[in-house]
């Protein structure tokens, strides 16, 4: 009776460790990311409204391998232009691999309004 106990609570621990490890890496995982819009993040592209390239470029790197399970370490993001602040817009990111080579990172507008424009990329 004692063992049975024991391997149901050792298992249980398990299983409880398992579902947090899980739950914390789908919550870092995110591919998706809201940004404010202001004079120090906004640049002006085709005369619309866009989040700076800078930007961009710097949250995709951060979170394209924020685990070391998840994702290629990539360095030197760069993004062509800002993204434009319309539900829809996107553009394609590059960044160059630990290992050697170049990805390229689709990025889109998911929602955008006056204040905010929320996007996410493809890992």
Not at 20 to 30: K, P, R
Not at 36 to 44: F, H, M, R, S
Not at 53 to 60: H, S
Not at 100 to 118: C, F, L, Y
């Amino acid at each position: 009776m004692q063992r049975s106990r024991f391997l149901v609570g050792v298992l249980g621990g398990v299983a409880a460790v398992g579902v947090l490890g899980g739950l914390v890496t789908y919550l870092m995982s995110g591919t998706e990311s809201t940004t404010g819009l202001d004079e120090y993040t906004t640049v002006k592209v085709d005369g619309e409204r866009a989040l700076s390239a800078n930007i961009v470029a710097g949250r995709t790197e951060a979170k394209y391998h924020p685990l070391p399970w998840v994702g290629d370490k990539l360095s030197g993001v760069t993004c062509p232009s800002g993204l434009k602040a319309v539900a829809g817009a996107s553009i394609t990111c590059r960044g160059e691999k630990s290992g050697g080579g170049t990805v390229e990172i689709p990025v889109r507008v998911t929602k955008a309004d006056a204040n905010s424009i929320t996007w996410a990329f493809d890992r």
